[in-house]
């Protein structure tokens, strides 16, 4: 019994800091801090197994890379602790559409253990063998997309920066919107998708090591030939998990 009482202890809470509870990294889903809408984006994103792959330990260094409105960012707080530090990053394109839901989900120091920035992807500003892993949720294929408002992106740069930020044995996780087979990075221009097998490839051709994979986001009955935006499979794509160690 004293076992039991220990372990469900150690699952729920280690202590509150600003009214704020930190989880365990597979518990940090449940928080009770966490809003009603960021409970239903759940069903969709189903977090709990995306955290589990990843990795999350107490005290990481973990950047959410472009992170949007920061849905990722807050579960990230709670799942590294206050010993630990997330930088939720996005850019000024980003932050036009998703800006004020950051700084609803930011306000007052909500979180204070997240740090957000705003740079460009092919200047990213960080540090050297500073952290311990970076999620990219949704974005990778946006190395291979181009329009007025997101010029050309260097992918050597940006892979190096990534390369150069981990410290050894940094994790690199990429959720993305899966592709149809053989298509390369064209599918990225119209409908933000990739094919993961050169996602697979590519990835690992900058510097990194496949570690894992989750079918979690998996959805047969995604055809993958229509854009995300798409209201008939907005939310309901076929997506692939991935996990990367730097070499």
């Keep these: 019994m004293l076992r039991i009482m220990t372990m469900v202890g150690l699952m729920l809470v280690a202590f509150t800091t600003n009214n704020i509870l930190f989880a365990a990294p597979f518990d940090a889903v449940n928080n009770p801090a966490r809003s009603s809408a960021d409970r239903e984006r759940d069903k969709a994103s189903k977090p709990n197994a995306v955290l589990n792959l990843a ?95 997101w010029p050309q992106v260097d992918r050597d740069n940006f892979f190096r920066q990534i390369r150069k930020s981990l410290k050894p044995g940094g994790v690199l996780v990429v959720i993305d919107h899966s592709a149809l087979e053989n298509t390369g990075s064209s599918a990225a221009q119209d409908l933000h998708r990739i094919d993961e097998a050169f996602a697979k490839q590519d ?45």
């Design 55 to 149: 990795g999350i330990q107490p005290g990481m260094t973990v950047l959410d890379l472009f992170a949007g409105g920061g849905y990722y960012s807050e579960l990230l707080s709670y799942a590294v602790g206050p010993e630990g530090r997330v930088i939720s990053q996005t850019n000024a394109v980003y932050e036009s559409s998703t800006g004020e839901e950051a700084a609803r989900r930011f306000k007052d120091n909500r979180l204070s253990n997240v740090s957000r920035v705003v740079s460009e992807i092919n200047n990213l500003g960080l540090e050297d063998s500073s952290l311990d892993m970076v999620l990219l949720v949704l974005v990778y294929h946006d190395i291979y997309f181009t329009a007025d408002y």
């Design 203 to 247: 990835i690992e051709s900058a510097g990194f090591a496949f570690d894992a994979a989750s079918d979690v986001l998996r959805n047969s009955n995604d055809a993958r030939t229509l854009s995300v935006f798409d209201e008939a499979i907005r939310r309901k794509t076929d997506r692939f998990v991935y996990r990367f160690i730097k070499k």
